[in-house]
């Protein structure tokens, strides 16, 4: 009769199936780690564009910021030069308008009437002096008002007096002084020229 050893065949069948175990399982840890080396790799990767955007993005904005500063400092010296050139002009205004008040002054004033007295005083001003009679004073304070240096001329005293045995009216004038008149004002103080009707009107 012939006996047949059965247990060696399952021992091996078995020993067979752990063996494919291990390698499933082998395999299966090898994918996993396939796949969280290849998720590393691209997390890498990604974080290396990131940074060199990163870097891309602050160097603008540095470029930027540097052009800002320069458009800051370019703005200014522009003011600073516009504020120099205002000051250049009121100087120079300044020292014009004085010698174009005194020539009003003098051209306002008739024949008969002398100044003896000119007092200014933030932009307040007050002439005294002696005329021949009242017309003439008249006279003097509204040619005075015609300028565009004078505004808002008024008489203050007007009070008789003797004078080398003359009869003079001594008197006292207010004003406002412009040394720098408006274009407005200049307008109204310009000669105005004669109308048809009058240069018709003459012989």
Do not use: H
Request: net charge positive; charged share 25%.
């Amino acid at each position: 009769m012939i006996r047949i050893n059965l247990l060696s065949t399952r021992e091996i069948e078995a020993e067979l199936g752990r063996r494919q175990d291990i390698v499933v399982a082998v395999l299966g840890i090898g994918g996993v780690l396939a796949v969280c080396v290849a998720v590393l790799l691209y997390q890498v990767f990604r974080t290396t564009m990131l940074q060199r955007e990163l870097s891309g993005l602050r160097a603008e904005i540095a470029s930027i910021e540097d052009s800002a500063k320069e458009v800051a400092q370019l703005q200014a010296t522009i003011a600073s030069l516009k504020q120099k050139v205002g000051v250049i002009e009121s100087l120079s205004k300044k020292k014009v308008g004085p010698v174009r008040v005194m020539e009003s002054l003098s051209a306002s004033a008739p024949e008969r009437l002398w100044v003896t007295e000119f007092k200014e005083n933030s932009g307040n001003l007050t002439l005294n002096g002696m005329a021949v009679d009242n017309q003439t004073v008249a006279d003097f304070m509204k040619a005075l008002q015609g300028t565009q240096y004078f505004r808002d001329v008024e008489l203050v005293e007007a009070a008789q007096m003797q004078q080398d045995k003359l009869a003079l009216k001594k008197f006292a004038v207010r004003s406002r002084l412009l040394y720098q008149p408006q274009p407005e004002q200049q307008a109204k103080a310009a000669p105005q020229p004669a109308s048809a009707d009058a240069k018709a009107a003459k012989p």
